[in-house]
């Protein structure tokens, strides 16, 4: 709160009456051209003759019915209610935004049509996911352009539904903001790690000079003046633990008071620091600056660099530097790309200087935005922000494996890692990239502030048996997997197996050894939560020779009679395992009898047995063309059915009465 309150009172002591013109509506309209849309949203609200600061306000009562009302000012009405809501939302201010939209999206002139689609994109940035879908379906339905918003709609659709499940399976992932002076008034971000030093972009206020910036609507038929404003990016060091209250904070000077500066990365020697530079009219580029220190003391001007990564009138930000000094990663609009913003790389030579840059391809980029990109050498994963995929909404962070020729499919890193609202810049404590800070405005009604993050895991160990006798088994293959990826161990003499993953859904174990049939155990999301950060599970493997019998136990019929009883299905449900986790081998199942009866009358009986399990198996979706049926009545005994004396056996007659099956390949 006390952040906001500062944010509110400094931002409207800068909002200065309109010195050309007086007219509200008209002042708002030349802040929301020259994206300034704070004061915008300010003006608005006084054309609106409402207070000026509405933050967390209610509609005011009769409001609506006041709209409805035929009369000259109803066009002037609905204009100033969705360009409020348009001001709001461009400075990230969803809450009040939603609201605003709620009341534009009813209106019957087509030039708001899109009150809808963003009235769905403020209920989703306020985590109000079930309504925001419905309020894009709703678009949907009126909406007959074949553009980007109906694009767009379909992936916010897919996003709702995908938040809604990630919010009710949280990620293991711990997050917290930072509490010290790190985050203050203004977006603090790019949170950067070097040595003991730790550095982050902030545009928090700044003594002004108190100088006067004249804005016009581009025509020049309406200007404004406004005090400059104090909030300046501008790029900070600081010394001491990020996680503590006791850290000094000191902004890296530069004699260039018109740029604003951003996004620093260095190279691993400390003496070249890359960062965002721009200024009011201008496009972003990225320049590099040299110390004669490895502390990075005493730093040059800012040099723009050239144009291989500098394309004219196109913007480049964001650069990020390989830890071991091998490639600058950045992100542009430059022409040759796939959507908006796209992520770009070039080479750097020992010397210092860069390659060409390349475009990282269209598996990474989108018809959207990609920025904020962060590559690790020794996991060879790429870390960045995207909005242009399914995604919580907003920026979500996204990892791809590979090495610069290849990538592979992104992988959203879901909840809580990303939020409804944009998540971006990811700097690790540690080469393993378990710890670290990100920038996330999730908290903010505006802002991007810096978030401590640390990966949990989950640690799976156990056995793999011989089924038979119990024994530890080599040199089986044992295979973890999620959703996303998978990981393989292979056991030692002792039979053991050890993961530990940072996932804790849908997870399956598979283990499989040569002339044994593998075993699949699958874990909900419930079953892992229940289970806490660690478990362990011994698990058998049965081995099998092809064309070898194997009986299965207890697989029992009424007297006489060909069809399985309730528990004998229940046994069979064995064999339906072994031949889901073997979707490949093919079977065939036998029946036996004893000697008891005419050998027609038991081969036809054991013909009718074996084919009713088969029936059962296939019922349960095991296909035809894995299983054959097979009477052999009473000529394959595997015990005597009557004892050396002539007298009868009943335990041999029981082993006899067996139903079989045998792998027939594999």
């Excluded at 553009?147 to 949280?170: M, N």
């Excluded at 964001?318 to 908006?340: E, M, T």
């Excluded at 493997?541 to 309730?566: G, M, N, Q, R, S």
């Excluded at 299905?569 to 072994?578: G, Q, T």
Aim: hydrophobic share 30%; glycine share 6%.
């Amino acid at each position: 709160m006390k952040l906001k309150i500062l944010l509110v009172l400094c931002l409207l002591s800068n909002i200065v009456s309109a010195q050309f013109v007086t007219n509200s509506k008209r002042v708002a309209d030349v802040y929301y051209l020259n994206k300034e849309y704070y004061a915008a949203a300010e003006y608005y609200k006084k054309a609106l003759q409402i207070s000026p600061d509405s933050s967390g306000f209610v509609v005011p009562y009769g409001f609506e019915s006041k709209l409805k009302q035929e009369s000259p000012k109803k066009e002037d009405y609905e204009y100033n209610v969705f360009q409020l809501a348009e001001s709001l939302r461009q400075y990230k201010n969803f809450t009040d935004a939603e609201k605003w939209y709620a009341i534009a999206k009813d209106f019957n002139n087509p030039k708001y049509i899109l009150s809808t689609f963003w009235y769905g994109v403020t209920l989703r940035a306020n985590q109000n996911y079930t309504e925001a879908i419905s309020a894009f379906e709703t678009f949907q339905k009126k909406y007959r352009a074949s553009d980007e918003y109906a694009a767009r709609a379909k992936t916010e659709i897919a996003s709702c539904k995908f938040a809604l499940y990630e919010v009710s399976h949280p990620r293991l992932f711990k997050l917290g903001r930072l509490k010290n002076d790190i985050n203050q008034a203004g977006s603090n971000y790019t949170p950067l790690l070097r040595g003991n030093n730790f550095y982050f972009t902030s545009s928090r206020p700044v003594n002004s000079t108190g100088k006067n910036v004249v804005l016009s609507d581009g025509k020049n038929a309406s200007k404004v003046t406004r005090k400059q404003t104090p909030y300046v990016n501008a790029i900070y060091e600081t010394s001491g633990n990020p996680l503590t209250g006791s850290i000094s904070i000191k902004k890296i000077p530069t004699s260039n008071k018109d740029k604003e500066l951003a996004t620093p990365a260095f190279l691993p020697n400390g003496k070249v620091m890359f960062i965002t530079g721009w200024s009011a009219k201008e496009t972003r580029k990225i320049y590099q600056l040299t110390s004669a220190s490895v502390t990075g003391k005493d730093w040059s001007e800012p040099i723009e660099l050239g144009g291989n990564i500098n394309v004219k009138g196109f913007n480049a930000m964001q650069p990020s530097v390989s830890k071991n000094g091998k490639y600058l990663i950045f992100s542009s609009d430059r022409p040759g790309g796939h959507g908006k913003y796209d992520l770009w790389y070039c080479a750097i030579r020992p010397d210092g200087s860069l390659g060409q840059a390349i475009n990282m391809g269209n598996t990474i980029n989108t018809s959207g935005d990609e920025e904020a990109p962060y590559y690790n050498v020794k996991t060879k994963k790429l870390l960045y922000s995207s909005n242009g995929k399914v995604g919580l909404g907003g920026f979500d962070f996204y990892e791809s494996d590979g090495d610069f020729d290849s990538w592979s499919e992104p992988r959203n890193l879901g909840y809580p890692f990303n939020s409804s609202k944009d998540d971006l810049y990811f700097t690790p404590l540690d080469d393993a990239d378990v710890e670290g800070y990100i920038s996330s405005d999730r908290e903010s009604l505006c802002c991007l502030e810096i978030f401590h993050l640390k990966r949990e895991y989950l640690s799976i160990r156990g056995r793999i048996l011989d089924c038979k006798d119990g024994k530890p088994l080599e040199n089986a293959v044992v295979t973890l997997a999620d959703s996303l990826q998978q990981f393989k161990f292979t056991t030692g003499a002792d039979g053991q197996y050890n993961f530990r993953v940072n996932s804790n859904r849908q997870l399956k174990i598979t283990a499989e050894k040569a002339q044994y049939f593998t075993k699949n155990l699958s874990y909900s999301y419930d079953q892992l939560a229940q289970k806490d950060t660690l478990f362990s599970e011994e698990i058998c493997l049965i081995p099998y020779k092809k064309d070898e019998a194997i009986v299965l136990k207890d697989v029992l019929y009424e007297f006489d009679k060909a069809e399985l009883t309730a528990d004998s299905k229940v046994k069979m449900d064995y064999l339906y395992n072994i031949l889901v986790d073997n979707p490949k081998i093919e079977i065939e199942l036998s029946s036996h009898t004893d000697s008891k009866g005419t050998p027609a009358y038991n081969l036809d009986l054991s013909d009718r047995r074996a084919k009713s399990c088969v029936d059962y198996l296939l019922a349960k979706g095991i296909p035809e063309n894995r299983m054959k049926s097979k009477g052999y009545g009473m000529t394959k005994p595997v015990a005597p059915n009557k004892l050396p004396n002539g007298k009868d056996n009943p335990a041999g007659r029981a082993l006899n009465r067996r139903t079989e099956f045998k792998v027939t390949k594999d």
